[in-house]
């Protein structure tokens, strides 16, 4: 007898009649009158529970089998035997039932075997894995993540963990979160009064990043491929279903290489990522079309076979004035595109992944390399059909006096990017990077409405966390 | 024509007499007196760097050729022949050579071709990549972290990332860092004068996490085996060469499991690591023997052929007691060890790594399982010679009772702990987890020092960074 995971009991390459034991919790118990209980039993190995069928004849029937309910830990040992009913083809005849902790008070337990709305779900964060949703999540979350490290990987990319901590503002844009150790009932203060910072914890302001990507620039320009996979941090107030304060980004960076090729990549880390989770999560895919978002495999299925559109900024304006449609935000040259433009660009203009590329100097960061028509900058956004822009990326400014010209303008203070410039004063090279965030990435996958559902403990501004 | 690493133009997959193109950036240029320059290209893609034959007859030579320093990008064509010199098995012949940046001001270009000391080094973060030394650090990383996923993808575990702000101090030890987005200028105070940190953006507060265990925790008890692989943070003005303040952690939590299916766990994982590292990073810890610790390799191989000894903290301290040796920290029963001791252990008794169970309650923390003996507690550390200590874990206290015993007897606010506390309540199981540093993963494998050399940008208290 060996001890299996469920996912192993399932597959078949266990022979009819292997004895094994299983463990896990218990979903749903229904007792027959023959004197029969069947218990479905999951671990989390896979989607599906294995129905355990546990005779009146053990033992502990009564005094343990007839109390099981949701919730409930089983370790069960017996035989595996073809299925009579529908949906696996094995199941359990038990031979022994031993309950590491039954569940106090069923009446209470919050995960009953019946569906719950996301918003309740998310009160239960600690206990929201154990349902059919979270559990699904996690595992294609995992999948993701993993043919993302795999896709570089492969590719000869290597893998650097850029500083969480830091004192830089990566993108002079997102509002950050301060980290600091000074005791804030009694700050210290300098001689005009000021709170003395020379006393905290790094001697200066340090704040969470917002990205890798110009500290992962510095790893490029001595490896060629390379690649952030780690938090980043947004003090936004924005309590919507689309933005998180702590969200994990996928930034990749590539030297010797032009805004074509950065387009190139994401398409194929994409591609990758899709087929990867098509193949290895099968049954959880087939639960989000079956509850969550009927055209999740389907879209996938799209997404991996069509090439992806390229569309230059500036048609892409176009192509919406001359769209007929009335959007929330007009649209005009210089302005950045929203949700409803780019959703209508891609589901109704091209019908497949597009991206968009070169866009106003004005309305993209300063490390952005300027285009020959001194207008505009070697920026793309990819956009999806049924989510909008999934990636941002841009070539980055290899040309000192040009990066030092645009940072100038911008009011940015030179004195504070040496390092960076430093860079381009020693052997630089012409390089491209994009950034992907990986819960929108998982919410685009699985078809789920709130980003707070993509992540593993649900984090909104003034509400109960971990 | 094709372009392609270095790596794989030195490999011997191209046939003699091929054409390709590469990309890097120059470490040294040689020029012979027949009208040949050799100039040694790297672009970070394995350890070596191929060595380029320029003949006078480039048009470029003069203006260009000859003005290459090290650092200079350069993009080379040419025909990879066999190598006359020692080394290299193939080098090239060029044909053209294009500079795609020169490096201003060579004489102060900090990363000249000779060895640089790690201080140094440590002030030029931006640039150590390009280092013979920090291009290795980063490829042995990067194996150790896909093998880390690797493992426990091909083992059955979901990988989970646990929050990294959090409100809750998950060993009541560790200092910690605060977030916050108060204004520190000009912080809003309640009514009784107190910091008002309902204002702040969680609505109260906030800090960067020390551990992502006991969020895992609720995981593991729905998936049965999860891993964390994530940063954590300890505000410890430890300006020492063994602690960071910001680290990366692996933390693999396995439910239906006790301390020595733990301490299995943990044995497997570092073996499968240490085993890709020797395959894949051959050259990089070649290097490592060479220059930074000559028993980098031979190290890994006695720790990947040893099984792991496993000694009770009660042995342990009979061991030392009896070993002759005077310790700067006497040794007595209750008191925790120190890296003195640790070494002495695996180093001069057992000669092979050592797993030390059962530690006295009084030195663990709140969450690990009580022994029968009523004194220890399932807790683990492995010690490995040349290191210490290389993995701390335990199993963790299942039994609902016994946790509020501990925490009423430790001080702790069970309050705090309602959802753990759930866990205990709700089909508990036996289970155990353990953490691994990554960083010190880092500096074990590769030999190094300091640990900050196992970063890729250093973070001193009170010192520049990024």
Known sequence: MSA????????????????????GWVRTRRDSKAGLSFVNLSDGSCFDAIQIVVPNTLANYDSDVLRLTAGCAVIATGTLVPSQGKGQNFEMQASAIEVTGFVDDPETYPIQPKPHSMEFLREVAHLRPRTNVFGAITRVRHSLAQAVHRFFHENGFYWV????????????????????????????????????????????????????????????????????????????NSNTSRHLAEFWMIEPEIAFADLAADADLAEALLKYVFKAVLEERADDMAFFVDRV???????????????????????????????GKSFDF??????????????????????RPAVVMNYPEQIKAFYMRMNDDGRTVAAMDILAPGIGEIVGGSQREERLELLDARMAKMGIDAAHYQWYRDLRRYGTVPHAGFGLGFERLVVYTCGLANIRDAIPYPRVPGHAEF
Chains 1, 2 share one sequence.
Request: hydrophobic share 40%.
């Open 4 to 23: 299996v995971s469920i996912k192993e009991a399932l597959s078949g390459r266990r022979p009819e009649g292997s004895e094994v034991t299983v463990k």
């Open 161 to 236: 963990n850029t500083p969480i901590i830091t004192t830089s503002d990566a993108e002079g844009a997102g509002q950050m979160f301060r980290v600091s150790t000074l005791d804030m009932a009694n700050l210290p203060r300098t001689e005009k009064g000021a709170v003395d910072f020379d006393k905290d914890f790094f001697a200066k302001d340090a704040f969470l990043t917002v990205s890798g990507q110009l500290n992962v620039e510095a790893y490029c320009l001595a490896l060629s491929k390379v690649y952030t996979f780690g938090p980043t941090f947004r003090a936004e």
């Open 293 to 323: 978002e009927k055209t999740a495999i389907s879209r996938l299925e799209h997404f991996i076979n069509s090439p992806f559109e390229r569309i230059d900024y500036t048609d892409a304006v176009k192509i919406l004035q001359n769209s």
């Open 330 to 351: 007009p649209v005009e040259w210089g302005v950045d595109l929203q949700t409803e433009h780019e959703r209508f660009l891609v589901e109704q203009h091209v019908g």
